[in-house]
Antibody, heavy 119, light 112 residues
């Protein structure tokens, strides 16, 4: 059974970078699928941030394109989110998920990591 | 970006009642390949979102068949035929036809 688990700091100062790790067990991230980051803001709004494919290519939401980077460490079966120049508006719960491009389905999600941007 | 508008924002139901949630898209979600990439997810309190229905009407494995989806182009509906206590949470529609992927505004289902 696949499991995803987010980890990283729960508090980030404005203008700094937010960095999160998604650790995947039960499936090898180079075997298939696209590995996504999604965030949920206070008040239920959800935003797809981007993904890194099994081959290593990336695709980002244009609204974040200048600030976001998704990378991976295949030896650890992990992928990462970096969001630069954060503001209080980046306060959210961040989820990693497995995404299948051909069907448009996100069929496995992590439990989420709450990140607050505050000085 | 495609805007998905869900109604109602909040729904209160008794156990056994049937309810429907609407998701309207600002653009047709019919893809050039003939499929429509409109999915429904449920986020229960304290849990991560889970997939209920994909491609408008296909029930994800393990999801009870009291959940059903219908619709086409820009108008879609999730129906729960006989609400159970475990169905409380926030329901989202999500589209993957047009980049970037977008989510609906959410519908919170409360149990009376």
């Amino acid at each position: 059974e696949i499991q995803l688990q987010e980890s990283g700091p729960g508090l980030v100062k404005p203008s700094q970078s937010l960095s999160l790790t998604c650790s995947v067990t039960g499936y090898t991230i180079t075997s298939g699928y696209d590995w996504s980051w999604i965030r949920k803001f206070p008040g239920n709004k959800m935003e797809w941030m981007g993904y890194i494919s099994y081959s290593g290519s990336t695709n980002y939401n244009p609204s974040l394109k200048s600030r976001i980077s998704i990378t991976r460490d295949t030896s650890k079966n992990q992928f990462f989110l970096q969001l630069n120049s954060v503001t209080t508006e980046d306060t959210a719960t961040y989820y990693c998920a497995r995404y299948e491009y051909t069907t448009g389905v996100m069929d496995a999600w992590g439990q989420g990591a709450s990140v607050t941007v505050s000085s | 970006d495609v805007v998905l508008t869900q109604t109602p924002p909040t729904l209160s139901a008794t156990i056994g009642q049937s309810v429907s949630i609407s998701c309207r898209s600002s653009q047709s979600l019919l893809d050039s390949d003939g499929d429509t990439y409109l999915n429904w997810l449920l986020q229960r309190p304290g849990q991560s979102p889970q997939l209920l229905i994909y491609s408008v009407s296909n029930l994800e494995s393990g999801v009870p068949n009291r959940f059903s989806g219908s619709g086409s182009e820009t108008d879609f509906t999730l129906k729960i035929s006989g609400v159970e206590a475990e169905d409380l949470g926030v329901y989202y529609c999500m589209q993957a036809t047009h980049a970037p992927l977008t989510f609906g505004s959410g519908t919170k289902l409360e149990i009376k």
